[in-house]
Nanobody, 125 residues
């Protein structure tokens, strides 16, 4: 059974930092792509960051230069380092997995088949 568990969320002031973790189990990590998404109240879920099939990271424009995605395959864990946070980053953050294959839109929600329960990030001004 595939399980993705996010952790590391919390409340910070604008300009602060958080590091999210996504622990994966029940799947062979090398067969999957795992990405970060977020959903703010009243908004659609959006892709944030992914390490794609070629090993290079892809970021949403809104987080480029502030967020960094990394992975530790030995621990089956994906990370999202978030720096210089702003209130617009307030959302529930999810990690999600899809089979490892090339897709045209690596951060498209519909490509992902397995989702974690999410972790809340709240940034105050």
């Amino acid at each position: 059974q595939v399980q993705l568990v996010e952790s590391g969320g919390g409340s910070v002031q604008a300009g602060g930092s958080l590091r999210l973790s996504c622990a994966a189990s029940g799947l062979t990590v090398s067969w999957y792509i795992i990405a970060w998404f977020r959903q703010a109240p009243g908004k659609e879920r959006e892709g944030v960051a992914v390490i794609d099939t070629d090993g290079s990271p892809t970021y949403a424009d809104s987080v480029k230069g502030r967020f960094t995605i990394s992975e530790d395959n030995d621990k089956n864990t994906l990370y999202l380092q978030m720096n210089n946070l702003s209130p617009t980053d307030t959302a529930t953050y999810y990690c999600a997995a899809r089979p490892r294959r090339w897709v045209r839109l690596p951060l498209a929600v519909y490509e992902y088949t397995n989702w974690g329960q999410g972790t809340q990030v709240t940034v105050s001004s």
